[in-house]
Protein backbone atom coordinates (compact mmCIF):
# COMPACT_ATOMS: atom_id res chain seq x y z
CA UNK A 1 0.00 0.00 0.00
CA UNK A 2 0.96 3.71 -0.57
CA UNK A 3 -0.22 6.57 1.86
CA UNK A 4 -0.83 9.54 -0.37
CA UNK A 5 -1.03 12.75 2.17
CA UNK A 6 0.23 12.46 5.56
CA UNK A 7 -0.94 15.61 7.22
CA UNK A 8 -3.96 14.79 10.15
CA UNK A 9 -6.06 12.12 8.71
CA UNK A 10 -3.14 10.60 6.80
CA UNK A 11 -1.21 10.33 10.11
CA UNK A 12 -3.57 10.19 12.71
CA UNK A 13 -6.68 7.58 11.30
CA UNK A 14 -5.02 5.69 8.00
CA UNK A 15 -1.33 5.00 8.88
CA UNK A 16 -1.98 3.43 12.49
CA UNK A 17 -5.42 1.93 11.26
CA UNK A 18 -3.41 0.37 8.16
CA UNK A 19 -0.26 -0.90 10.39
CA UNK A 20 -3.14 -2.70 12.22
CA UNK A 21 -4.22 -5.08 9.74
CA UNK A 22 -1.31 -7.79 9.12
CA UNK A 23 -2.44 -8.81 5.49
CA UNK A 24 -2.03 -4.81 4.40
CA UNK A 25 1.65 -3.69 4.33
CA UNK A 26 2.13 0.46 3.97
CA UNK A 27 5.27 0.44 2.23
CA UNK A 28 5.38 3.84 0.43
CA UNK A 29 4.43 7.40 1.92
CA UNK A 30 3.68 10.45 -0.65
CA UNK A 31 4.29 13.94 1.76
CA UNK A 32 6.07 17.50 1.41
CA UNK A 33 7.16 16.99 5.01
CA UNK A 34 9.16 14.34 4.73
CA UNK A 35 11.23 14.52 8.04
CA UNK A 36 7.16 14.25 9.80
CA UNK A 37 6.84 10.77 8.12
CA UNK A 38 10.64 9.79 8.68
CA UNK A 39 10.09 10.53 12.63
CA UNK A 40 7.20 8.30 12.77
CA UNK A 41 8.86 5.48 9.84
CA UNK A 42 12.17 5.32 10.06
CA UNK A 43 12.79 2.05 7.22
CA UNK A 44 9.70 3.14 4.61
CA UNK A 45 9.88 5.21 1.59
CA UNK A 46 8.87 8.67 1.06
CA UNK A 47 7.76 10.05 -2.21
CA UNK A 48 7.57 14.12 -2.87
CA UNK A 49 4.90 13.68 -5.54
CA UNK A 50 2.11 11.84 -5.56
CA UNK A 51 2.49 10.22 -8.80
CA UNK A 52 5.46 9.07 -8.48
CA UNK A 53 3.82 6.86 -5.70
CA UNK A 54 1.08 6.17 -8.06
CA UNK A 55 3.64 5.37 -10.78
CA UNK A 56 5.49 2.76 -8.46
CA UNK A 57 5.54 -0.62 -9.57
CA UNK A 58 5.56 -2.48 -6.07
CA UNK A 59 2.43 -0.49 -5.25
CA UNK A 60 -1.11 -2.40 -5.46
CA UNK A 61 -3.28 -0.06 -3.57
CA UNK A 62 -3.35 4.17 -3.12
CA UNK A 63 -5.18 5.58 0.18
CA UNK A 64 -5.78 9.04 -0.73
CA UNK A 65 -5.98 11.44 2.43
CA UNK A 66 -4.80 14.57 0.73
CA UNK A 67 -6.80 17.62 0.89
CA UNK A 68 -10.77 17.36 -0.61
CA UNK A 69 -10.09 19.24 -3.68
CA UNK A 70 -6.96 17.21 -4.57
CA UNK A 71 -9.18 13.70 -3.73
CA UNK A 72 -10.96 13.24 -7.43
CA UNK A 73 -7.71 14.31 -9.35
CA UNK A 74 -5.56 12.26 -7.29
CA UNK A 75 -8.26 8.84 -7.55
CA UNK A 76 -8.92 9.15 -11.62
CA UNK A 77 -4.82 8.97 -11.75
CA UNK A 78 -4.36 5.98 -9.08
CA UNK A 79 -7.23 4.18 -11.13
CA UNK A 80 -5.98 5.09 -14.78
CA UNK A 81 -2.41 3.27 -13.46
CA UNK A 82 -4.51 -0.16 -12.50
CA UNK A 83 -3.95 0.37 -9.17
CA UNK A 84 -7.03 -0.09 -5.98
CA UNK A 85 -8.26 3.30 -4.14
CA UNK A 86 -9.17 3.73 -0.77
CA UNK A 87 -10.44 7.80 -0.72
CA UNK A 88 -10.78 9.58 2.24
CA UNK A 89 -14.02 11.67 3.12
CA UNK A 90 -15.68 13.62 1.31
CA UNK A 91 -14.90 11.33 -1.70
CA UNK A 92 -14.96 14.14 -4.02
CA UNK A 93 -15.95 17.70 -4.28
CA UNK A 94 -19.46 17.18 -6.39
CA UNK A 95 -21.74 14.51 -7.87
CA UNK A 96 -20.00 14.48 -11.42
CA UNK A 97 -16.66 13.64 -10.32
CA UNK A 98 -17.58 10.67 -8.00
CA UNK A 99 -19.80 9.35 -11.14
CA UNK A 100 -16.72 9.93 -13.13
CA UNK A 101 -14.53 7.71 -11.18
CA UNK A 102 -17.13 4.96 -10.23
CA UNK A 103 -17.79 4.69 -14.10
CA UNK A 104 -13.72 4.62 -14.11
CA UNK A 105 -12.70 2.09 -11.52
CA UNK A 106 -15.46 -0.55 -13.30
CA UNK A 107 -13.99 0.14 -16.22
CA UNK A 108 -10.13 -0.54 -15.35
CA UNK A 109 -11.90 -3.20 -12.83
CA UNK A 110 -10.10 -2.06 -9.43
CA UNK A 111 -11.64 -1.81 -6.19
CA UNK A 112 -12.77 1.54 -5.37
CA UNK A 113 -13.71 3.03 -2.00
CA UNK A 114 -14.08 5.79 0.40
CA UNK A 115 -13.16 5.91 3.82
CA UNK A 116 -16.42 6.08 5.92
CA UNK A 117 -14.58 4.26 9.43
CA UNK A 118 -17.30 6.50 11.28
CA UNK A 119 -19.38 3.37 10.71
CA UNK A 120 -17.45 1.53 13.16
CA UNK A 121 -17.74 4.34 15.95
CA UNK A 122 -19.23 3.31 18.98
CA UNK A 123 -22.27 5.96 19.77
CA UNK A 124 -23.41 4.76 15.99
CA UNK A 125 -23.16 1.11 17.27
CA UNK A 126 -25.02 1.30 20.12
CA UNK A 127 -27.97 3.59 18.71
CA UNK A 128 -28.06 1.44 15.58
CA UNK A 129 -28.22 -1.95 17.54
CA UNK A 130 -30.80 -0.46 20.09
CA UNK A 131 -33.20 0.70 16.57
CA UNK A 132 -32.71 -2.59 14.90
CA UNK A 133 -33.92 -4.09 18.00
CA UNK A 134 -36.86 -2.41 18.19
CA UNK A 135 -36.34 -0.41 21.33
CA UNK A 136 -38.08 2.04 21.07
CA UNK A 137 -40.48 0.89 18.25
CA UNK A 138 -40.68 2.55 14.55
CA UNK A 139 -38.26 5.76 14.65
CA UNK A 140 -40.33 8.66 14.01
CA UNK A 141 -37.41 11.70 14.86
CA UNK A 142 -33.96 10.99 14.25
CA UNK A 143 -31.12 13.55 15.30
CA UNK A 144 -27.29 13.13 15.10
CA UNK A 145 -25.27 16.08 15.77
CA UNK A 146 -21.63 16.52 15.00
CA UNK A 147 -21.45 19.75 17.50
CA UNK A 148 -17.82 21.43 18.59
CA UNK A 149 -16.64 24.46 20.81
CA UNK A 150 -13.49 25.54 18.12
CA UNK A 151 -14.43 29.96 18.40
CA UNK A 152 -11.25 30.62 16.63
CA UNK A 153 -10.74 30.58 13.01
CA UNK A 154 -7.60 28.76 12.25
CA UNK A 155 -5.08 29.11 9.35
CA UNK A 156 -5.86 25.20 7.42
CA UNK A 157 -7.50 24.65 3.90
CA UNK A 158 -10.22 22.94 5.88
CA UNK A 159 -11.54 26.56 7.23
CA UNK A 160 -9.93 28.67 4.56
CA UNK A 161 -12.14 30.14 1.07
CA UNK A 162 -12.55 27.65 -1.20
CA UNK A 163 -13.89 24.89 -3.01
CA UNK A 164 -14.15 22.09 -0.57
CA UNK A 165 -13.66 23.61 2.53
CA UNK A 166 -16.09 24.18 5.55
CA UNK A 167 -17.80 22.35 7.78
CA UNK A 168 -20.20 20.77 6.06
CA UNK A 169 -17.44 18.89 3.82
CA UNK A 170 -15.55 18.08 6.83
CA UNK A 171 -18.18 16.09 8.86
CA UNK A 172 -21.29 16.35 6.92
CA UNK A 173 -20.20 13.11 4.99
CA UNK A 174 -20.09 11.44 8.18
CA UNK A 175 -23.60 11.88 9.03
CA UNK A 176 -25.11 11.37 6.13
CA UNK A 177 -23.15 8.02 5.53
CA UNK A 178 -24.74 7.26 8.87
CA UNK A 179 -28.18 8.32 8.47
CA UNK A 180 -28.01 6.09 4.96
CA UNK A 181 -26.70 2.80 6.69
CA UNK A 182 -30.08 3.05 8.90
CA UNK A 183 -32.92 4.46 6.89
CA UNK A 184 -31.54 4.64 3.13
CA UNK A 185 -31.94 7.83 0.56
CA UNK A 186 -34.78 10.09 1.82
CA UNK A 187 -37.15 11.41 -0.35
CA UNK A 188 -36.33 15.16 -0.02
CA UNK A 189 -33.80 17.22 1.35
CA UNK A 190 -33.57 20.88 3.07
CA UNK A 191 -29.77 22.29 4.27
CA UNK A 192 -28.87 25.37 5.63
CA UNK A 193 -24.97 26.86 6.13
CA UNK A 194 -23.88 29.71 7.85
CA UNK A 195 -20.16 31.12 8.68
CA UNK A 196 -20.67 31.92 12.26
CA UNK A 197 -17.79 32.85 13.78
CA UNK A 198 -15.31 36.22 13.82
CA UNK A 199 -13.94 36.05 10.68
CA UNK A 200 -15.04 32.82 9.44
CA UNK A 201 -14.63 32.52 5.42
CA UNK A 202 -16.92 29.45 4.90
CA UNK A 203 -19.52 27.16 6.44
CA UNK A 204 -18.93 26.72 10.57
CA UNK A 205 -22.63 26.19 11.07
CA UNK A 206 -24.66 23.22 8.89
CA UNK A 207 -27.62 21.79 9.31
CA UNK A 208 -30.04 19.39 7.13
CA UNK A 209 -33.39 17.80 7.38
CA UNK A 210 -33.59 14.89 5.44
CA UNK A 211 -37.61 13.55 5.02
CA UNK A 212 -38.35 9.95 4.90
CA UNK A 213 -42.55 10.30 4.25
CA UNK A 214 -43.37 10.76 8.40
CA UNK A 215 -40.03 10.49 9.83
CA UNK A 216 -37.28 13.10 9.91
CA UNK A 217 -34.02 12.64 10.43
CA UNK A 218 -31.74 16.02 11.25
CA UNK A 219 -28.27 16.12 10.87
CA UNK A 220 -26.49 18.83 12.69
CA UNK A 221 -22.64 19.97 12.69
CA UNK A 222 -21.19 23.64 14.31
CA UNK A 223 -18.39 24.70 15.83
CA UNK A 224 -20.17 26.82 18.51
CA UNK A 225 -21.92 24.51 20.96
CA UNK A 226 -19.66 24.86 24.17
CA UNK A 227 -21.76 22.18 25.80
CA UNK A 228 -25.56 21.07 26.04
CA UNK A 229 -25.78 18.74 23.37
CA UNK A 230 -26.31 15.01 22.89
CA UNK A 231 -24.54 12.98 19.64
CA UNK A 232 -27.78 11.47 18.98
CA UNK A 233 -31.39 11.19 20.35
CA UNK A 234 -33.89 9.37 18.66
CA UNK A 235 -37.62 9.34 19.52
CA UNK A 236 -40.18 6.66 17.99
CA UNK A 237 -43.25 5.12 18.57
CA UNK A 238 -42.48 3.03 21.84
CA UNK A 239 -39.83 5.47 23.69
CA UNK A 240 -37.08 7.67 22.84
CA UNK A 241 -32.92 6.79 23.40
CA UNK A 242 -30.04 9.68 23.91
CA UNK A 243 -26.34 8.82 23.83
CA UNK A 244 -24.60 12.15 25.02
CA UNK A 245 -20.99 11.67 24.07
CA UNK A 246 -19.17 11.11 20.82
CA UNK A 247 -17.10 7.94 19.93
CA UNK A 248 -13.37 7.80 21.35
CA UNK A 249 -11.14 6.22 19.09
CA UNK A 250 -9.77 9.71 17.24
CA UNK A 251 -9.14 10.92 21.11
CA UNK A 252 -7.41 7.80 21.80
CA UNK A 253 -5.25 8.00 17.94
CA UNK A 254 -4.58 11.42 18.98
CA UNK A 255 -3.00 10.39 22.32
CA UNK A 256 -0.86 7.59 20.67
CA UNK A 257 -3.02 4.40 21.52
CA UNK A 258 -2.58 1.99 19.01
CA UNK A 259 -5.47 0.33 17.51
CA UNK A 260 -6.58 -2.74 19.67
CA UNK A 261 -4.47 -2.23 22.71
CA UNK A 262 -6.12 -2.94 25.70
CA UNK A 263 -9.42 -0.20 25.95
CA UNK A 264 -9.28 0.16 22.77
CA UNK A 265 -12.89 2.10 21.11
CA UNK A 266 -14.38 1.41 25.08
CA UNK A 267 -17.20 3.46 25.25
CA UNK A 268 -18.16 4.65 29.31
CA UNK A 269 -20.60 6.63 28.01
CA UNK A 270 -24.16 4.81 28.22
CA UNK A 271 -27.38 4.82 26.08
CA UNK A 272 -30.34 6.44 27.52
CA UNK A 273 -33.56 4.70 26.78
CA UNK A 274 -37.02 6.31 28.04
CA UNK A 275 -40.25 4.96 27.90
CA UNK A 276 -44.15 5.81 29.38
CA UNK A 277 -42.38 3.82 32.94
CA UNK A 278 -39.03 4.46 33.62
CA UNK A 279 -35.50 5.25 32.55
CA UNK A 280 -33.11 2.74 31.36
CA UNK A 281 -29.44 2.63 31.15
CA UNK A 282 -27.69 0.56 28.59
CA UNK A 283 -23.71 -0.25 28.44
CA UNK A 284 -22.50 1.22 25.19
CA UNK A 285 -21.07 -1.24 22.78
CA UNK A 286 -17.00 -0.67 21.83
CA UNK A 287 -16.26 0.75 18.40
CA UNK A 288 -13.50 -0.55 16.08
CA UNK A 289 -12.48 1.30 13.17
CA UNK A 290 -10.04 -1.65 12.41
CA UNK A 291 -12.83 -2.69 10.67
CA UNK A 292 -13.00 -1.03 7.54
CA UNK A 293 -8.96 -1.52 6.36
CA UNK A 294 -10.04 -5.57 7.79
CA UNK A 295 -12.58 -4.96 5.22
CA UNK A 296 -10.18 -3.55 2.61
CA UNK A 297 -8.24 -6.84 2.86
CA UNK A 298 -11.05 -8.99 2.76
CA UNK A 299 -12.43 -7.65 -0.46
CA UNK A 300 -8.63 -7.19 -2.32
CA UNK A 301 -8.71 -11.02 -1.21
CA UNK A 302 -11.99 -12.32 -2.23
CA UNK A 303 -12.96 -13.04 1.59
CA UNK A 304 -15.38 -10.11 1.48
CA UNK A 305 -17.07 -7.40 0.00
CA UNK A 306 -15.85 -4.04 -0.21
CA UNK A 307 -16.96 -2.56 3.00
CA UNK A 308 -17.92 0.86 1.39
CA UNK A 309 -19.43 -0.03 -2.02
CA UNK A 310 -19.03 2.75 -4.71
CA UNK A 311 -22.74 3.19 -5.07
CA UNK A 312 -22.88 3.91 -0.97
CA UNK A 313 -20.41 6.60 -1.41
CA UNK A 314 -21.98 8.03 -4.71
CA UNK A 315 -25.34 7.77 -2.35
CA UNK A 316 -23.68 9.81 0.36
CA UNK A 317 -22.23 12.71 -2.51
CA UNK A 318 -25.91 12.83 -3.55
CA UNK A 319 -27.15 14.18 -0.25
CA UNK A 320 -24.01 16.24 0.24
CA UNK A 321 -24.65 18.38 -2.81
CA UNK A 322 -28.61 18.18 -2.25
CA UNK A 323 -27.76 19.83 0.90
CA UNK A 324 -25.31 22.87 -0.88
CA UNK A 325 -28.12 23.35 -3.03
CA UNK A 326 -31.08 23.59 -0.76
CA UNK A 327 -29.31 25.72 1.14
CA UNK A 328 -28.28 27.82 -1.59
CA UNK A 329 -31.45 28.01 -3.51
CA UNK A 330 -33.37 28.09 0.00
CA UNK A 331 -35.66 25.42 -1.53
CA UNK A 332 -36.76 21.77 -0.75
CA UNK A 333 -34.75 19.49 -3.23
CA UNK A 334 -35.00 16.08 -3.91
CA UNK A 335 -31.94 13.54 -3.78
CA UNK A 336 -30.14 14.08 -7.24
CA UNK A 337 -29.70 10.93 -8.71
CA UNK A 338 -30.75 9.44 -12.01
CA UNK A 339 -33.50 6.47 -11.12
CA UNK A 340 -30.88 3.55 -11.95
CA UNK A 341 -28.55 4.78 -9.67
CA UNK A 342 -30.77 5.08 -7.06
CA UNK A 343 -32.07 1.71 -7.45
CA UNK A 344 -28.72 0.68 -7.36
CA UNK A 345 -28.09 2.21 -3.91
CA UNK A 346 -31.35 1.33 -2.54
CA UNK A 347 -30.68 -2.33 -3.07
CA UNK A 348 -26.81 -1.51 -1.73
CA UNK A 349 -28.39 0.53 1.55
CA UNK A 350 -30.88 -2.22 1.81
CA UNK A 351 -34.33 -1.60 3.49
CA UNK A 352 -34.57 -0.09 7.09
CA UNK A 353 -36.43 -3.13 8.57
CA UNK A 354 -34.23 -5.82 7.26
CA UNK A 355 -30.77 -4.68 8.42
CA UNK A 356 -30.98 -6.35 11.99
CA UNK A 357 -29.02 -8.59 10.08
CA UNK A 358 -26.22 -6.74 8.73
CA UNK A 359 -23.32 -6.04 11.50
CA UNK A 360 -19.57 -4.84 11.32
CA UNK A 361 -16.94 -6.80 9.81
CA UNK A 362 -15.69 -8.79 12.44
CA UNK A 363 -11.81 -8.30 13.44
CA UNK A 364 -10.54 -11.13 13.51
CA UNK A 365 -7.97 -11.06 16.08
CA UNK A 366 -8.02 -9.75 20.18
Not at 67 to 87: E, F, Q, W
Not at 200 to 228: E, F, K, S
Not at 343 to 352: M, N
Request: glycine fraction near 8%; charged fraction near 25%; charge should be negative.
Amino acid sequence: MGLIGYGFSGKTFHAPLIMAEPDLVLTAIASSDAAKVRADFAEIVIHADPQSLIAAADIDLVVIATPNDTHAPLARAAIAAGKHVVVDKPFTLNLDEARDLVALAAQRDVLLSVFHNRRWDSDFLTIRAAIEEGVIGEVTHFESHFDRYRPLVRDRWRENAGVGSGVWFDLGPHLVDQALQLFGLPDRIRGSLSGQRVGAVTDDWAHAVLDYGDRRVVLQAIMLAAGGTQRFTVHGTAGSITKRLADRQEEQLIAGMRPGAPHWGEDPDPLMIYDAADVHVRPALAGDQRAYYDGIAAALSGRGPNPVEPIEALACMAVVEAVRISASSGTTVAVPLADAEREAAELALGAFKTRASTRPATIRRA
